[in-house]
């Protein structure tokens, strides 16, 4: 499955940003979906996920009430809607595919990843 992530931006912070990844290839319907960050000097995170059919999604503590995962399978896309964003939420933005239909959900590992897209908050 090929991943095209989008949407990244500079914002000041209390404002927001929706990101997009669009999938192609496989059968995105069936697959978990994630999206990740990494800020330089620091480990890539999982800061959501939502399952195949979306009736399941995993926040991190640090994102929770302010960013909402959601997909839309007629489309093979999947959205990040940041809001109330931070400095600290500056990084570059990564989604995933879980394509193993076996996994336990939030996945562990993920299969295919797009490119980055830059987000960046000012204060």
């Known amino acids: 499955v090929q991943l095209q992530a989008s949407g990244g931006g500079l914002v000041q912070a209390g404002g927001s940003l929706r990101l997009s990844c669009a999938a192609s290839g496989r059968t995105f319907s069936l697959y978990a979906m994630g999206w990740f960050r990494q800020a330089p000097g620091k480990e890539r995170e999982l800061v959501a996920a939502?399952?195949?059919?979306?009736?399941?999604?995993y926040y991190t503590g640090s994102v929770k009430g302010r960013f909402t995962i959601s997909r839309d399978n007629a489309k093979n896309t999947v959205y990040l809607q940041m809001n109330t964003l931070k400095p600290e939420d500056t990084a570059v933005y990564f989604c995933?595919?879980?394509?193993?239909?076996?996994?336990?959900?939030?996945?562990?590992?993920?299969?295919?990843w797009g490119q980055g897209t830059q987000v960046t908050v000012s204060s």
């Open positions: 995933a595919a879980d394509v193993d239909p076996d996994s336990m959900f939030p996945p562990t590992t993920f299969d295919s």
């Open positions: 939502v399952s195949w059919r979306g009736a399941s999604t």
